[in-house]
């Protein structure tokens, strides 16, 4: 069974940083690209980075990009975003989502960890 | 960036009706080559996570009740619903994936009548 687990949410004040991270289990890590999508409260879906397997292609939105960084260490099943300049309109929950093997479709997603950014 | 605009934003329909949602892209997401269209359907109820439906603009995943199918090509994309369940009450969302920048609809919420 696929499984995706986010962790690192957590109350950062405006300006900060915050490491997320998502544990995956049941399927072959390194062949599936990953993405990470958020959803701020109340609100609907944002896709925000990309990475395939291999690390070598990652894609930002533009809301996100200069200041958010996707990474990946297949050795520990892990997928990781560094947030960093967070600003109020970064209060979200974010998932973790797993492409198919045979598209680009978010076939398999997390619970969700919630970032809040407040002073 | 593409952007995807989904009509309407909410939607009530009785028990055992049918729902329709659409969905449409700024620029078309039909890849020639493969013939395929790069759009999803999700399903979203409070407190969970996004469920994929449709693949490939028509591919229903597994799983999934055949009461739900999706339809379109290019730019214009239909979701439907044929007879609602109350178990349906969500709301869904478009998303391409025909270039690296993905996108989702707004969201259409779905209620019962």
């Known amino acids: 069974e696929v499984q995706l687990v986010e962790s690192g949410g957590d109350l950062v004040q405006p300006g900060g940083s915050l490491r997320l991270s998502c544990a995956a289990s049941?399927?072959?890590?390194?062949?599936?690209?990953l993405n990470w999508v958020r959803q701020a409260p109340g609100k609907g879906l944002e896709w925000i980075s990309y990475i395939r397997g291999d690390s070598r292609a990652t894609f930002y939105a533009g809301s996100v990009k200069g200041r958010f960084t996707v990474s990946r260490d297949n050795a520990r099943n892990s997928l990781y975003l560094e947030m960093k300049s967070l600003r109020d309109e970064d209060t979200a929950v974010y998932y973790c989502?797993?492409?198919?093997?045979?598209?680009?479709?978010?076939?398999?997603w997390g619970q969700g960890t919630l970032v809040t950014v407040s002073s | 960036d593409i952007v995807m605009t989904q009509s309407p934003d909410s939607l009530a329909v009785s028990l055992g009706e049918r729902a329709t949602i659409n969905c449409r892209s700024s620029?078309?997401?039909?890849?020639?080559?493969?013939?395929?269209?790069?759009l999803a359907w999700y399903q979203q109820k409070p407190g969970q996570p996004p469920k994929l439906l449709i693949y490939?603009?028509?591919t229903r995943e597994s799983g999934v009740p055949d009461r739900f199918s999706g339809s379109g090509s290019g730019t214009d994309f239909t979701l439907t619903i044929s007879s609602l369940q109350a178990e349906d009450v969500a709301v869904y969302y478009c998303?391409?994936?025909?270039?690296?920048?993905?996108?989702f609809g707004q969201g259409t919420k779905l209620e019962i009548k």
């Open positions: 490939w603009a028509s």
């Open positions: 049941g399927f072959a890590f390194s062949a599936y690209s």
């Open positions: 620029q078309g997401v039909l890849h020639r080559p493969n013939n395929k269209n790069y």
């Open positions: 998303q391409q994936y025909y270039n690296a920048i993905y996108s």
């Open positions: 989502a797993r492409e198919a093997s045979s598209g680009s479709f978010l076939g398999d």
